[in-house]
């Protein structure tokens, strides 16, 4: 029983640390071990701590859904889809309250309504939203949530609603392996959900965000009051939450959330804007439908369908051949889209799209637009082949898992033209002036078939070349030249490592110290890096044992690139890890970062236990609600730069 209860405590730690931290301490094998024990351990004994973490994978399936009444009705919300409209309803709610009154703002996310019961500290049932009065118990499939808490601290009665989500980058992963992949993230929630094998919904990967109170044995006497138990009691929040007390800042914060909404890891479709006070909304009551005292505020659709005319394969700097979709031109959120992106061959097998089928398609703002399944088919469609050779150059072409490239290492114009743009670019060896111009250029005209070939080139080489007069040649020379003056970690991201960004890069620089270290570094050595995985570390470790790559290596040394190697500085944030959110008042991220770095400590993305304080800026949002939660410091840019000054 010891041994069981120690395992249980053990498992439930890893997952908070790997589900709600993003902060794994142990390995994936490593977690498997022990749960394989406990489960064994349970079978021996017949004995399930209330608390184990075997309760969260899915009993038997179900014959059919209980139905289940809300103590407190889930109403349906109110909507507008105008700034104009949502002014409308602000005043009517100032006229009917003699001022305006202070509101909350949410996201209001894409997914399932869910209704948690809790009763002394405990989940006793988990129901549908269904038609607001009675929905469908679903408390196996919830339970299987790894954000939903199966005990809270309160030992009272209360209703917590949230929405079940599946995250965009678990939709993803579950596509690539799934026989039947799903159309998109909503659909992936509901039918996750609302299947009677809970074993199934443990395998979606769901989250569950929280966001309202129903029914509650205390007072409830704001908004903001019923945020702060829902954090406090361990529930995943997401997203960003503010007070406002003017119409400005309203639609300020509108304009914000448009702006960011496609760069988030889940779907929301508009904002839902609540008084905040709950003695006001007493006062205001509810219609039928709707609440008064609350409305939605709709965003323009994101996804629409469309006719898929044609595919055809883009070659990368890496050689991956990228199929991009040419479609019939439709309007998404007001930006007329005829291409689109497939990811790869895999991903067209496992959507049946073909050339002729009608599509979904979702628009992101910071990324080329994506086909996320097929709408309808046709008996004309026709089926979408690979090609035999490189499109650019007629090289042979390879599979590298569900990937397709370009062998030709010697002349495939795209393929080096994009080499040598990322090699000149601003974050890896930052040479001024340098296009992707400039290396077609280059190629066409000087040859240029290496990237070690730039520090050959002299100012004759510019004469006859358009647009190099007066003195440009010799200022791309200049840069060219302060070139070969680097760090590693810009060498590292210079050199085209198929995977690496500029942060990964910087994390092996830290980690390895010099090029040599780098070069023969363990694949388990690369793996205890947060970010790098099992295919990444295996691209670093086959990159450095190419002949091609040292070769390319050793002649950029010999013609004078130098990197510096700078021993870990110290300073008042020695031995920190410092996590930054929201815009600050004065500093960029980059100059808050470079400010951390110089002085000893180290930036992280995500919060955590080990995280030493959070700084914070404008529109600070979950990582905010995280660091509350785990009790971590926080800061705005004034203390931080005071910190700096006094050291």
Known sequence: MERMKELVELLNRYAKEYYEQDNPTVSDAE??????????????????????????VGGAPLEKFEQSTHLEKLYSLDKCQSKDELKEWFLKIEKATGAFQPVTAEYKFDGLTLNLLYENGRLVKAATRGNGEVGEVVTEQVKTIK????????????????????????????????????KNARNGVAGAIRNLDPKITAKRGLDLFCYNIGYSDFEIKSQTDMRNFIVKEGFCTEGEFKVFNNFNDVFTFIDHVEQIRNSLDYLIDGLVFKINDVFVRKTLGFTEKFPKWAVAFKFKAEEKTTILKDVIWQVSRTGKLNPLAILESVDIGGVTVKRA??????????????????VFVRRSNDVIPEITGVAEHHDSDIDIVP???????????????????????????????????????KDAMNIEGFSEKTAEQLYNDLSLKSIDMLYDLKKEDFLNLEGFKDKKPE????????SKNTTLDRFLYAIGIDGIGKKTARDIATKFKTLSNVM???????????????????????????????????????????????????????????????????????????????????????????????????DAGSKLDKAVKLGIKTMGEKEFLEIVNRS
Do not use: W
Not at 31 to 56: A, C, F, H, M, Q
Not at 149 to 174: A, H, N, T
Not at 343 to 354: A, E, F, P, S, T
Not at 534 to 553: G, S
């Open 475 to 482: 200022k791309i020379l200049s840069e060219i030249e302060k």
């Open 520 to 618: 023969n570094a363990k694949k388990s050595e690369l793996l205890s890096i947060d970010g790098i995985g099992e295919i990444l570390a295996e691209n670093i470790v086959d990159f450095f044992k190419t002949d091609k790559n040292i070769t390319l290596i050793k002649k950029l040394l010999e013609k004078g690139v130098k990197i510096e190697y700078s021993s870990q500085k110290s300073g008042v944030f020695s031995g920190m890890t410092i996590v930054l959110t929201g815009k600050l008042p004065t500093l960029t991220r980059g100059q808050a970062e470079k400010i951390i770095i110089d002085n000893g400590g180290q930036v992280s993305s995500s919060v955590s236990r080990n995280t030493s304080f959070v700084l914070l800026g404008d």
């Open 147 to 182: 954000t939903v808490p199966l005990e809270i601290d309160y030992k009272g009665r209360v209703e917590v609603q949230g929405e079940g989500i599946m995250r965009l980058s678990r939709l993803e992963r579950y596509n690539k392996t799934a026989k039947i992949p799903l």
């Open 387 to 425: 090609p035999e050779n490189c499109p650019a150059c007629g090289g042979k072409i390879v599979f590298k898992g569900s990937f397709l490239y370009c062998t030709n290492d010697s002349n495939c114009a795209p393929k080096f033209v994009s080499q040598i743009a990322h090699y000149a670019s």
């Open 31 to 56: 977690y498997d071990s022990l749960y394989d024990e406990l489960v064994n351990l349970e079978k021996e004994t017949g004995i399930v701590l209330k608390n184990s973490p075997t309760l969260r």
């Open 341 to 358: 992106t497939l990811n790869n061959y895999d991903d067209i097998k496992r959507k049946g799209v073909k050339i002729g089928s009608r």
